[in-house]
């Protein structure tokens, strides 16, 4: 009797982790597959929301900083579902420093100013992102890699950060023209240091 009811224990830890692993996996999937599409669906677009989107970002240091915070618990969670799918594992190191780095909201901004306004850096970190694809060790390494170059191509310009920064009383009033708006928030140019590292 004892038997049979540890037995029947272990089959519901045993079904309790397998669930537990295919939700995982499927909250990995759906991650890495919205990311992949917004380039696709969003990028450049002058919707109605995507105006509030850029805007927001644009003169809001908050929104910007729970845009940033969004980045890093995705990559985190990338990390975290292959470590609870896959076990310990050496090649993982890079993918899990990288998200590290990440949780330093400073860096983080820094990343990012750098990935959309440096085309040097851009081609770096895509140079990165395909040498890692080429290794399936490092699958984790090039899933958080493309995420932050993806989300760098929607983080403000330093132009149009500064233009608002300058002047909030220009949020106010709609810009003039979206393909305005547009034009500035994708403008891909290096600013000054203090808007790459000290971006609020």
């Known amino acids: 009797m004892a038997n049979d009811s540890n037995a029947l224990t272990h089959v519901k830890e045993s079904l309790g ?6 939700f995982v996996l499927s909250l990995h999937v759906l991650m890495v597959f919205i990311t992949a599409l917004a380039p696709v669906l969003f990028y450049k677009r002058k919707g109605k929301c995507l105006m509030k989107f850029y805007l927001s970002m644009a003169g809001t ?21 292959y470590y609870l799918l896959n076990g310990p594992n050496t090649w993982q190191i890079p993918a899990m ?7 330093t909201n400073t860096c983080t901004s820094a990343i990012l100013r750098w990935l959309h ?40 310009s330093w ?24 034009f500035m928030y994708y403008h891909s140019q290096r600013g000054p240091c203090d808007m790459t590292f000290l971006d609020p």
């Open 17 to 22: 982790m397998i669930f537990l692993k295919y």
């Open 61 to 81: 240091a908050k929104a910007r900083k729970i845009y940033r915070l969004q980045l890093e618990a995705w990559v985190f969670l990338v990390n975290l579902t």
């Open 97 to 103: 420093a990288l998200s590290l780095i990440l949780m």
């Open 117 to 156: 306004d440096d085309k040097r850096v851009q081609l770096i970190a895509c140079a990165v992102f395909f040498a890692s694809l080429s290794l399936p060790q490092l699958y984790t390494l090039s899933v958080s890699v493309g995420m932050v170059i993806i989300w760098a191509m929607f983080y403000p």
């Open 159 to 182: 132009v149009i950060t500064q233009y608002y920064m300058t002047d909030p009383g220009k949020l106010k009033d709609f810009p003039p023209t979206k393909e305005n708006i547009v």
